[in-house]
Nanobody, 126 residues
Framework: VQLVESGGGSVQAGTSLRLSCAFTGGTFRAYGVGWFRQAPGKERELVGAISRNGRGIQYKDSVKDRFTIARDNAENMVTLQMSSLTPEDTAIYYC????????????????????WGRGTLVTVSS
């Protein structure tokens, strides 16, 4: 399994950005996917996660009204739509995948995820 993130960049506060995560090398619909981020000097944190069938979705509290996760099992793709960005959203964003038996299952712990992308940098300036 390989994951490749794209869509990062440098933007102004208040604007939007859409990240994509392309999945190859496995049966995508068998995997739950999470978006994580790591800011300089901080630990990696879960931004949001989506279940195999897309019906289970959870977000970090600070982003749940601004970020939207979606997946397209036909295209083997997960997206993270981010709006009303603030400088506090500046981080490297990673997508990760974990094989999950439960169709609606969500995984919250980074240690549970089996496969990781290399990340894409998002920089938000004020």
């Amino acid at each position: 399994v390989q994951l490749v993130e794209s869509g990062g960049g440098s933007v102004q506060a208040g604007t939007s950005l859409r990240l994509s995560c392309a999945f190859t090398g496995g049966t995508f619909r068998a995997y739950g996917v999470g978006w994580f981020r790591q800011a300089p000097g901080k630990e990696r944190e879960l931004v949001g996660a989506i279940s195999r069938n897309g019906r289970g979705i959870q977000y970090k509290d600070s982003v749940k009204d601004r970020f939207t996760i979606a997946r397209d099992n036909a295209e083997n793709m997960v997206t993270l739509q981010m709006s009303s960005l603030t400088p506090e959203d500046t981080a490297i964003y990673y997508c990760a995948a974990v094989a999950v038996y439960n169709l609606n299952g969500i995984r919250y712990d980074a240690d549970e995820y089996e496969f990781w992308g290399r990340g894409t940098l998002v920089t938000v300036s004020s």
